[in-house]
């Protein structure tokens, strides 16, 4: 029985650290996930920015309104090439939540199955004490019979 409580004991060691380790990836992916938040906004707010600016100066050229045609096809790439990234951040998330819903889990299980055989452990030892009080008190009794 120890060996197995040892060995129960060393795995729940693992499953423990594994799912830190997860949890320290989520927390990363989640901070990676809101900078990339945090970019789309200000790629969205500088394309807003700049089209307002190029319209306010006082005389439009030709020259003027390829570049500022360039930079909104450029901006507008950049958007949808966050956004996607954005997606697949969201989603690598949440299956990374998922494993660490398991993972944790797992620990619960494990740290029941512990618990129980801990508690097992702790009833066999006391009724092998009982019963090794009762030998020597049976012992002692037949003794002063004879």
């Not at 060691?13 to 927390?27: A, P």
């Not at 920015?49 to 901006?75: D, E, K």
């Not at 618990?115 to 030998?135: S, T, V």
Request: net charge positive.
């Amino acid at each position: 029985m120890d060996t197995k409580l040892k060995a129960v004991g060393k795995i729940q060691k693992i499953e423990e650290k594994q799912r830190d380790c997860v949890g320290r990836q989520l927390e990363s992916m989640r901070q990676h996930h809101t900078h990339l938040k945090l970019q789309l906004s200000q790629l969205a707010d500088l394309k807003k920015h700049s089209g307002q600016t190029a319209l306010m100066a006082p005389s439009l050229n030709s020259a003027i309104l390829m570049n500022l045609n360039s930079v909104n096809l450029m901006l507008q790439k950049m958007l949808v090439h966050h956004e996607y990234e954005q997606a697949v951040m969201q989603a690598q998330c949440f299956s990374v939540q998922k494993v660490l819903e398991q993972k944790h889990a797992r620990v619960q299980k494990l740290e029941k199955v512990l618990e129980r055989w801990r508690a097992k452990q702790k009833y066999e030892k006391a009724r092998k004490e009982q019963k090794l009080f009762e030998d020597i008190i049976n012992c002692r009794f037949n003794r002063k019979a004879l």
